[in-house]
């Protein structure tokens, strides 16, 4: 089994945010694989140790940083990684990535994508989807556990909003995971040293066999305007001492000022 | 007039508030409504879509379609959208809308926006406001296409007082051929009988603070006392302590009640994303540097073990 991993390089959203004419201020920032992508490497590593895939990681940007998340991956377990370079998807949506991805998988002869359900930065969770729709292919997203029954049907779990779903997934497919799915492990030192080594295929539109028109690139479907920072909640009263008597305090002013109870 | 498509979110045979919501919105800027309505036995719910403010109701009924599958689920969309000449299409934000509107906009070639607390029409175009990066920024986005595929935000679109019925007007759609790339062979309910977490007016929360099972009852009595939806954290979720379908934050459920209390629950970003919505908090923590206190409106310092029965004793005396 051939599993292509792809992650995305999103800024680190523990960090303060800031927000100036209208974008987000990039001075600060840092930038760290998407947590849910950790867990879709960590979902293709385990198939690799129990079932003996081979793991590909792709990711899109061409800076240092997504040179380190694709290193983080080999650490973790990944065989393989692409970088797609090209300076002309900067500013991309999802269906434009998706495209991106879409000739990727069509040169590797891929039987399962395996991404993580959304991206911290965005939080749209669509381009798995995508992917999976332009490539006529199944696809079960928000996955909690991966089982392989033969070359060429996994039995995938999905939270649903009804409960847990079992789905019998014909390959090739794609599968978004949750959070849920795994706990992503740490890379080791020694993991980390031979991933330095490892070469990664650098590639641009046009090594990938494609151009800038072809995945839609002029024509974005939506842009963002501006940023804005959210309204951030103010802190509000804080309570302590004798439990008995701040409780009947804030009680009173739940019903008598919040008028919520 | 713009046309809006809203998805009928249906759980357990029953029609949600958040669709009359949407309708609501929809009607207040002026657009023609219709409802799609997808499932196994709906006719007794063709009614409420009615009244909740729809000018016509797509239904695709059929016992194909008692079990979620978002590949079909995506075909009837697309027919109903197809029918009604559909401007935009609504999702209220459940997992399930989250799995089908990328595949209907994908189909249809239009954009798709998830997770937005408002839209507008600017000109000819249409403009929407989502957050974004943990709730820390809000992103105003132009639509590029002429059509608009989007996901709404639980509590961004409030009932007015002026929302008025709609008129019935049913459409039939035929049954979809099921995707035998993906078949859902089993479901394993959730317990019913619960308060759905998106409806409820009140939501309780409990974290790792209640350390074990005992604590859980304890601050599961207190929901039961509000009648409130019972929630909880990811690390509780993690530790399997609580199921997954009660988690709150950005990952899980996106909550916006009346009120929300949060008992034992330090507050990581996570978490925080998925409550901040919420019109007052309360929280309780024995941890006064607890970053629940950032945001909460009143506060308890204090052990939850002491606290919640006083908070039990005092809301059944109100109640009373």
Redesign the interface.
């Known amino acids: 089994m051939k599993i292509l991993t792809t992650v995305k390089k999103v800024?680190d959203?523990?960090l303060t945010?800031r927000?100036e004419s209208a974008a987000?201020v990039e001075e600060g920032l840092q930038y760290v694989m998407n947590a849910?992508d950790e867990n879709a490497v960590e979902a293709s590593v385990q198939l690799k140790e129990n079932n003996g895939a081979e793991t590909t990681l792709v990711s899109i940007g061409g800076d240092d940083d997504n040179t380190q998340i694709i290193r983080r991956g080999f650490a973790m377990g990944i065989d393989n990684g692409i970088q797609i370079d090209d300076p002309l998807l900067a500013g991309a949506?999802?269906?434009v990535l998706?495209r991106v991805l879409q000739k990727v998988y069509e040169k590797g002869s891929y039987d399962l994508v395996i991404t993580g359900?959304?991206a911290?930065?965005?939080?749209?969770?669509?381009t798995g989807?995508?992917l999976a729709?332009?490539l006529e292919?199944?696809?079960?997203?928000?996955v909690?556990a991966i089982d392989v029954i033969d070359d060429e049907l996994l039995k995938v779990t999905r939270?649903?909003?009804?409960?847990?779903?079992?789905?019998?997934?014909?390959l090739p497919?794609v599968v978004t995971v949750?959070?849920?799915i795994n706990?992503p492990r740490l890379p080791q030192m020694r993991g980390l040293m031979m991933a330095k080594k490892k070469k990664i295929e650098v590639m641009d539109l046009a090594a990938l066999g494609t151009s800038f028109e072809e995945v839609g690139g002029s024509?974005?479907?939506?842009?963002?305007?501006?940023?804005?920072?959210?309204q951030a909640?103010e802190?509000?009263?804080?309570?302590?001492g004798d439990?008995?008597e701040?409780?009947?305090q804030?009680?009173g002013?739940?019903?008598n000022e919040?008028k919520?109870? | 007039m713009a046309k809006v498509l809203v998805i009928a979110d249906i759980k357990r045979g029953e029609v949600k508030r958040s669709t009359a919501e949407l309708l609501a919105k929809a009607r207040s800027i002026g657009a023609e409504t219709a409802a799609v309505a997808i499932g196994n036995n709906l006719e007794a719910l063709i009614p409420s879509l009615v009244s909740g403010g729809s000018d016509s109701q797509y239904i695709a009924d059929d016992p194909g379609l008692e079990l979620f599958s978002a590949g079909p689920y995506a075909t009837c969309v697309v027919d109903a959208a197809s029918q009604f000449g559909a401007d935009q299409i609504w999702f209220a934000s459940t997992e399930n809308s989250k799995a089908v509107a990328p595949k209907v906009a994908a189909r249809l070639g239009v954009a798709c926006a998830t997770d937005i607390t408002d839209v507008a029409y600017t000109g000819d175009n249409i403009e929407i406001t989502r957050p974004a990066i943990a709730n820390k920024v809000i992103q105003r986005v132009k639509i590029n296409s002429e059509k608009l595929v989007a996901v709404v935000r639980a509590g961004a679109f409030k009932m007015t007082d002026e929302s008025t019925a709609g008129s019935e007007n049913v459409i039939r759609l035929s049954a979809p051929p099921t995707d035998l790339g993906a078949v859902v062979k089993e479901l394993i309910a959730d317990a019913s009988g619960e308060i759905d977490l998106g409806d409820a007016a009140i939501v309780v929360s409990v974290g790792r603070g209640v350390k074990d099972q005992k604590g859980i009852d304890l601050v599961k009595g207190l929901a039961d006392d509000l009648g409130a939806g019972f929630g909880t954290s990811r690390a509780m979720v993690d530790s399997g302590l609580m199921e997954h379908n009660k988690q709150v934050g950005q990952t899980g459920k996106i909550v916006a009640p009346k009120l929300y209390i949060s008992v034992g629950i330090s507050g990581a970003i996570q978490h925080l994303s998925g409550m901040t919505g919420s019109q007052v908090i309360l929280a309780v923590n024995n941890d006064p540097e607890a970053p629940i206190f950032n945001v909460a409106d009143y506060g308890i310092v204090g052990d939850l073990f002491e606290v919640v029965p006083i908070l039990r004793q005092q809301i059944k005396s109100i109640q009373r």
């Open positions: 800024v959203v523990e945010i927000v987000i849910w949506d999802s269906f998706a359900k959304q911290q930065d965005t939080d749209n969770g669509q989807i995508i729709e332009n292919i199944p696809c079960v997203s928000n909690v939270l649903g909003d009804g409960g847990k779903e079992i789905v019998e997934l014909k497919a949750s959070d849920s706990e024509d974005n479907r939506s842009e963002i305007l501006e940023f804005s920072r959210s909640r802190a509000g009263k804080k309570y302590e439990a008995a701040i409780t009947a804030v009680v002013l739940l019903v919040a919520v109870l």
